[in-house]
Structures are given as C-alpha cells and as structure tokens.
C-alpha cells in the first residue's frame, strides 16, 4: 500500500506543481487585460473569461515593439526614451542597472554569469556554486590580490542570493554551461547531467 501511495505522489506532484506554476504565470499576464478599456476587454463583448488572452496581448505586445526597435525609427524613440529617463535621478539608477543586466543576460553581448564557480560558502570547510559576474574596477583597486565578482544564488529560488568579491586562487572553475548549474540548485541537486571528462578545474592564474 505504502508503495503505490509513494508512486500516486511521485506521478501527481510534478504535475500539480506544473499546473500550479502556469496558473499563476498566466493568471499574472491575464492582469494585462487591465490595461485596456473596459469597453476593449475580451469579457465585454464575449460575455466570458478566457484565460490565456493576456498571455497573447503580451508576446504581441513585445514581438512588435521588438520589430519596431529593429528599425531606425525605433532605435530613435528608444534613444529618446532613454535620453528622458536619465533625467529623472532615482529612475535613472534604477532603469539603467536593470537594463545592464536584461542585456547581458539575454543579449548575450555581456559578460555576467559566463562562469561556473565553486567558492568557500558559507564557511571555509564547505563549497557553494556561485556565477562569476563583473568586479567593478573601483573596487578591484583597493583589493590586495587579484579577486572575482560572484554571485551565490540560493536554494530553490535562484532568483534571490549574495553578491561577494572572492580571491581567484580560491575559487574553482567548472566545466558546465550557467543553464545546467541553474538546473542543480533549482532541484537541489536531485536532477543533473553527467559530467563530462576533468569536470572541474582550478582557475588558473595569469602570468
């Protein structure tokens, strides 16, 4: 009996969680329904909610604007909207340390989290998988030897973490990509990929 109850749970939990997880991302983009007119909303003339219709308003929404920023026009009205925002002081702050790091992730034109580390967290008997980011050079200055910028997410949510300089002789360097590592802390380590030949080496010091 214990064991069907264990494989029931083990067939229907990811599942509910799955159903559960896109209920609220849909329900989330659903809100931008609110947006529009009273008179515009899909309610108003169906008469019924569909969920999922502010999902598509959104990838429309961003598959255009994406089109039109393509184009010289477009490039001109986000330099215009960027111009407008750098003088409004703590919206600047904000909008401008956001968008080094939407580019940077997305883009792929960046160099944050290009990296796999293990460091010395939370204390020095133990190792954590931190993301190598970038080590502002103002600080690098006042750094006695050569130190890199990490990242250290945390367990399940990665989104959430601790940002700390660390000396390189005391990292490690792995050998896989920033998706797979993501993948580990997520699931805590219960679903992972093989790991190729000399997983892992120390970063090396330069000459």
Excluded: C
């Excluded at 969680?17 to 007119?37: C, V, W």
């Excluded at 920023?69 to 111009?83: A, C, F, I, Y």
């Excluded at 993301?131 to 990490?150: C, K, M, R, W, Y």
């Excluded at 490690?172 to 590592?181: F, H, K, T, W, Y």
């Amino acid at each position: 009996m214990k064991r069907y109850f264990i494989t029931g749970l083990l067939l229907w939990v990811p599942l509910g969680i799955t159903l559960y997880a896109l209920d609220m991302i849909i329900g989330t983009l659903d809100e931008s329904l609110l947006l529009l007119p009273a008179q515009w909303r899909p309610e108003a003339w169906l008469g019924v909610r569909i969920p999922g219709l502010g999902v598509i308003l959104m990838l429309t929404v961003i598959l255009l604007s994406g089109m039109i920023t393509t184009n010289v026009l477009g490039q001109r009205l986000v330099e215009w909207w960027e111009m407008l925002l750098r003088r409004i002081p703590v919206v600047k702050s904000i909008y401008y340390s956001v968008k080094q790091v939407s580019d940077s992730l997305l883009s792929g034109k960046g160099q944050a989290f290009r990296k796999v580390l293990l460091v010395r967290y939370p204390h020095a008997d133990s190792w954590s998988i931190a993301f190598q980011t970038n080590l502002p050079v103002s600080i690098a200055g006042h750094l006695d030897e050569e130190h890199v910028a990490v990242f250290i997410p945390t367990t399940p949510s990665p989104v959430n973490g601790f940002y700390f300089f660390v000396p390189r002789s005391q990292t490690i360097e792995l050998d896989i990509r920033v998706d797979e590592a993501f993948k580990y802390i997520i699931t805590m380590g219960a679903v992972h990929t093989p790991p190729p030949a000399a997983a892992a080496h120390p970063i090396q010091q330069p000459s």
